[in-house]
T-cell receptor, first 116, second 112 residues
Framework: EPEVTQTPSHQVTQMGQEVILRCVPI?????FYWYRQILGQKVEFLVS????????KSEIFDDQFSVERPDGSNFTLKIRSTKLEDSAMYFC??????????????FGQGTRLTVV | DAKTTQPTSMDCAEGRAANLPCNHS???????VYWYRQIHSQGPQYIIH???NNETNEMASLIITEDRKSSTLILPHATLRDTAVYYC?????????????FGSGTRLLVRP
């Protein structure tokens, strides 16, 4: 069964450093997303991406964050200068778009980011 | 998107049906009901979705009331691996952005 793949599974970084979280969405999907979950809290939407541009973003997704689809298979989330409060599980997701109906999203297993 | 209300936690015995309720009294006519679950800290897993008709797949059944103000997710024969947090989410069909608003969900514990 096709799946969304995320790497690395765990990333530890120093505060102020840049990190890039990587995702390989399901191959025929056109919509890509990032969500995050701070330990013990709800899953929160960060950003959606379609046709090489951001289609929607949340208040969390400030100038420190950026997304990119550098090639035909990868989708990345970059945090420019990490803060302690960026420590969380980051989930990538992707979905098809059949006709006018956006189908269900499939999530990766997540990258645990720890900022020290 | 309409808000949903779910019980904080539930439990059921292994092998029995688990019935997870969800209230979405402000749902609009073009909003679907989606169910996801999250096992431990893994990525949310899609289960099922529906508009107004009852739906069934290999994982679960979804029963939506006629007025669409509530629904029930049914896991017909719960196993220990079904222990997870279950999220009921409503969102607009055809929405070009798949923004899911996750609430706190229902923590289901399946007992041996």
């Amino acid at each position: 069964e096709p799946e969304v793949t995320q790497t690395p599974s765990h990333q530890v970084t120093q505060m102020g450093q840049e990190v890039i979280l990587r995702c390989v969405p399901i191959s025929n999907h056109l919509y890509f997303y990032w969500y995050r979950q701070i330990l013990g809290q709800k899953v929160e939407f960060l950003v959606s991406f379609y046709n090489n541009e951001i289609s929607e973003k949340s208040e969390i997704f400030d100038d420190q964050f950026s997304v990119e689809r550098p090639d035909g298979s990868n989708f990345t989330l970059k945090i420019r200068s990490t803060k302690l409060e960026d420590s969380a599980m980051y989930f990538c997701a992707s979905s098809e778009y059949r006709g006018r109906l956006n189908t269900e999203a499939f999530f990766g297993q997540g990258t645990r980011l720890t900022v020290v | 998107d309409a808000k949903t209300t779910q019980p904080t936690s539930m439990d059921c015995a292994e092998g029995r049906a688990a019935n997870l309720p969800c209230n979405h009294s402000t749902i609009s006519g073009n909003e679907y009901v989606y169910w996801y679950r999250q096992i431990h800290s893994q990525g949310p897993q899609y289960i099922i979705h529906g508009l107004k008709n009852n739906e069934t797949n290999e994982m679960a059944s979804l029963i939506i009331t006629e007025d669409r103000k509530s629904s029930t997710l049914i896991l017909p024969h719960a196993t220990l691996r079904d222990t997870a947090v279950y999220y009921c989410i409503v969102r607009v069909a055809g929405d070009s952005s798949y923004k899911l608003i996750f609430g706190s969900g229902t923590r289901l514990l399946v007992r041996p």
